[in-house]
């Protein structure tokens, strides 16, 4: 699965441990996430597309 | 999610990450304590031998349930990496134990192999493959 979670979140100026704390996930999570070597949960991917304030198919696609 | 949420299951996973800890030493010590207790501390009083066993079984049933309360509270990829990890021990404990009584059975091997060598193995196996599993998702 391919997302754009590294976009929206260097548009916010974030790091990566920044956007792992205000989702509650370890800063490696998000990294594996943004390399598309882990799929996240349906709760997780909910969390980063309401933070993003975007609807969840605009965050994440399929491959 | 709130940020007070987000601190909160940290909190709470630091917490259990602890009690983990706690559990796994009071396993080893009533562990060490049923093993070695009969010959050095009680001189092989069947009671006292069986209370060490009993004990050992019941702090064994609270680190398991510690364990499983670990998992489901750590992040999600570290929950991935160690079910993966805990996948290949069993696999590696399963095959290589069965290995091991055919070829017993066979009187192939010319020396026992202990259970505590074993248990050692299967540590070993589980602590590669968590390793392996954080290079993985690196």
Redesign the interface.
Same mark, same amino acid.
Do not use: I
């Given at each position: 699965m391919r997302n754009r979670l590294k976009e929206l979140r260097t548009e916010r100026s974030w790091t990566q441990a920044d956007l792992a704390q205000r989702v509650g996930v370890s800063r490696q999570t998000i990294n594996a996430i943004e390399k598309g070597k882990f799929d996240p949960s349906l709760p997780l991917a909910f969390r980063l597309a309401r933070l993003f304030e975007s609807k969840i198919e605009e965050v994440f696609f399929a491959d | 999610?709130t940020?007070d949420?987000?601190v909160g299951? @940290?909190r709470e996973a630091a917490k259990m990450t602890g009690q983990l800890a706690l559990w796994t030493v009071a396993w080893v010590a009533t562990l060490a304590l049923a093993r070695f207790g009969p010959a050095h501390l009680w001189d092989f009083k069947v009671t006292a031998s069986w209370v060490a066993v009993a004990a050992n079984l019941a702090v064994g049933v609270g680190w398991i349930v510690a364990h499983a309360r670990y998992i489901r509270k750590i992040?999600? @990829?570290?929950r991935?990496i160690m079910q993966d990890a805990l996948a290949v021990t069993l696999g590696v404990g399963w095959v290589g134990g069965l290995a091991y009584v055919a070829t017993d059975a066979a009187d192939l091997i010319a020396n026992e192999v202990s259970i505590g060598t074993f248990a050692a193995s299967l540590a070993v196996v589980y602590m590669v493959a968590i390793v392996v599993g954080?290079f993985?998702?690196?």
């Open positions: - | 999610m940020a949420d987000t299951s @940290l992040d999600e @990829l570290q991935k954080h993985r998702y690196r």
